[in-house]
């Protein structure tokens, strides 16, 4: 169990939040010398740049743009004499890749993981009735210890520069909003909720720790509002009569209140939105609600002009305006766990969500999706001395993400890799201890998965045994037979599904990735490559090969949007593989998803 709540902030009578996004102090380290100097007390030549955001594309020089290395942020901040008879945190939505936070100059906690909450208890170290200070120490080098996997180079003058084993730009600060929190002495650390259907019944089984002995109440209300059930005690069932269940594209979300009560008085609530429904693999199905549900959507990234990736409550809304638009159902959070609120507006709008943990990048090579096109062998990143200390910092995120996410009902399964090395048996001795963690943490048993690439071949691929389904990235079309030579990429690609079919495997194939480079408002009759007519084209041919298999049960496409990357000679400002552009306007594909989404149901 984690030592802290990743809860997500609320107000109410017992807990008050204070937001800090806005401007804050920042000043990059590059001779990691701000601990010798007593940075820790305040940064003595600082810049101003906005949280949440990342710093890169504020800048107009190279160097700061691609800065890699130490880098520290700051902010002074009141905080109240009546917030003293309370615990009081900080709450990080993300502190990418890792940072160490001082309060008042006293250091509180480290964390690493650049994609899930970061809290500290800063209780003691706060002037309650007077100005506090927090500093933050972040670091962005890649390496193969931690996720997601990279390398970083360092220059002869000391320069670093990021290496990503990725296809994403490494963007990196404080990308999530920053909160102050007080919270009672005795509070409500975390809950869960699992869910059994009983003809038009539901049963909601919880469970709930807090940090005293004190007697714990559970509330559920409709969305009217009105009470449907009540227990007393830190785990129960809750018996909801003529339930609403969570659909796809239709949702709806009950309140569950949950309370502390000492001598009769509550002295701490939490409430939050969720969500009455099943989901689970029935032979070559996905069920949801016992119905079978085909996915339909993108792999996405957290990715914008100017903030990078940081939290944008307007990209969120355009999003899911263009996913509803589309006929979509269901995204990838590739390649890392999002901001929370994507995950709340989903339960919302009743999207369906696979959630990725940042194991990505596990194999050496800068340009990994040209190695893994081509069929390259790069079995040596699982047989180093390292490998032990990446497993445990993936079981860790493992461990984070879904403590975070495992009462939303838009999240339907955890992808617990991105295209790693699969054919060897210390692949699979590395993957079996990472599902079985997994497994160990999701009390409502979702479907595991992870995403293969194409050395994961039917006859070579040691790990897809441990998937529920199985998450395919195909690129016939692309990286494999592209432009001229489509109709090949058309056999070999039947070639390869008539091999998983033979199989006889008897679960659900998803396609979690497919797609081709296309620059928007490039036309080329007929199609050349990277023209939007090729882009359509392609698909065309990849839904001729989806629709032939009935164990095909879902497709997102890659991407959802055009996003930025690491600069070279295989990718012109970012990866444009978009089915959208950056800015969120409609590439010909759109239309085409759109009308084939409509009448898939
Ligand atoms: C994508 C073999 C494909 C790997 N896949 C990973 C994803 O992050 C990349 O952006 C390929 C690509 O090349 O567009």
Redesign the pocket.
């Known amino acids: 169990m984690l030592d802290y709540s990743e809860l997500y902030p609320i107000n109410n009578e017992y807990r008050i939040t204070q937001n800090l996004d806005g401007m804050w102090y920042m000043q990059f380290d590059q001779e990691s010398k701000g601990i010798d100097d007593g940075w820790t007390n305040g940064l003595p030549n600082p810049i101003s740049i906005p949280v949440p955001a990342s710093f890169a594309d504020f800048f107009t020089d190279h160097y700061s743009r691609d800065y890699c290395g130490d880098f520290w942020y700051e902010k002074d901040f009141f905080i109240s004499k009546d917030w003293k008879e309370k615990e009081t945190w900080i709450r990080f939505g993300s502190i990418t890749h890792r940072g160490t936070v001082y309060c008042n100059g006293i250091e509180i906690t480290s964390h690493e993981g650049g994609f899930l909450p970061v809290l500290a208890n800063i209780t003691d170290a706060t002037k309650y009735g007077e100005m506090n200070k927090i500093v933050v120490k972040i670091n962005n080098e890649l390496n193969e210890t931690s996720l997601p996997c990279g390398a970083t180079k360092v220059f002869d003058n000391g320069r670093k520069l990021a290496k990503p084993y ?3 730009f490494n963007y990196s600060g404080l990308q999530r909003s920053v909160w102050l929190l007080s919270i009672p002495r005795e509070n409500i650390k975390d809950y869960s909720v699992d869910y059994a259907l009983n003809g038009k019944d539901a049963e909601v089984k919880y469970e709930v720790i807090t940090t005293g002995k004190n007697k714990v109440k559970v509330k559920l209300f409709d969305a009217d509002k009105k009470i449907v059930a009540e227990q007393i005690g830190v785990q129960g069932v809750l018996q909801v009569k003529d339930a609403h269940l969570w659909q796809v594209r239709n949702s709806y979300l009950y309140n569950i209140v949950i309370q502390i009560i000492e001598n009769e008085q509550i002295i701490d609530e939490y409430t939050e939105k969720i969500g009455i429904r099943t989901i689970r693999i029935d032979g070559t199905k996905i069920l949801l609600n016992e119905q079978p549900v085909y996915l339909k959507g993108f ?1 996405k990234h957290e990715d914008f002009s100017i903030f990078g990736r940081g939290f944008n409550w307007s990209i969120v809304k355009r999003d899911f305006e263009c996913l509803k638009w589309s006929n979509a159902n269901c995204f990838r959070t ?2 890392y766990p999002y901001a929370e609120e994507w995950y709340q507006f989903a339960d919302e709008e009743g999207f369906l969500i696979i959630n990725e943990v940042a194991a ?1 990048g596990m194999m050496r090579s800068t340009r ?6 081509e069929g390259g062998n790069y079995t040596y990143f699982f047989e180093t001395p390292t490998v032990e200390q990446l497993k445990l910092s993936h079981v860790r995120d493992v461990q984070e993400m879904i403590t975070r996410d495992k009462n939303h009902p838009s999240v339907i399964s955890w992808s617990l890799f ?2 790693p090395e699969t054919i060897t048996d210390h692949a699979y001795k590395y993957f079996k201890d990472i599902f079985e963690a997994a497994r160990s943490f999701d009390p409502q048993n979702r479907p595991m998965t992870g ?1 293969f ?2 050395n994961s071949k039917p006859e070579l691929c040691k790990c897809y045994p441990l998937c529920d389904f199985i998450c395919l ?3 016939y079309g ?2 494999i037979s592209g432009g001229p030579e489509i109709e090949e990429a058309e056999i070999l690609f039947r070639d390869e599904m008539n091999r998983w079919e033979k199989k006889n495997l008897n679960i659900p194939f998803v396609f979690t ?1 497919f ?1 081709t ?1 296309t620059m928007a408002g490039m036309h080329k009759l007929p199609s050349i490559m990277w023209s939007e007519e090729y882009q359509v084209e392609y698909l065309k041919m990849n839904f001729k090969v989806f629709d032939s298999y009935d164990f095909i049960q879902g497709e997102l496409a ?2 959802f949007a055009d ?1 930025q ?1 690491t600069e070279g000679i ?1 990718r012109v400002d970012g ?1 444009h ?1 978009g089915v959208f552009t950056r800015d969120r306007q409609p590439k010909a594909a759109a239309v085409v998803f759109k009308h084939r989404w409509e009448k898939i149901l």
Not at 368 to 373: D, E, I, L, P
């Open positions: 990725f296809d994403f792999g590739s390649h990505v990994n999706f040209v190695a893994a096109g991105n295209e995403a690439e194409k990235n195909r690129y692309w990286y990735e797609g480079d890659w991407n996003f990357t295989m990866n593989k």
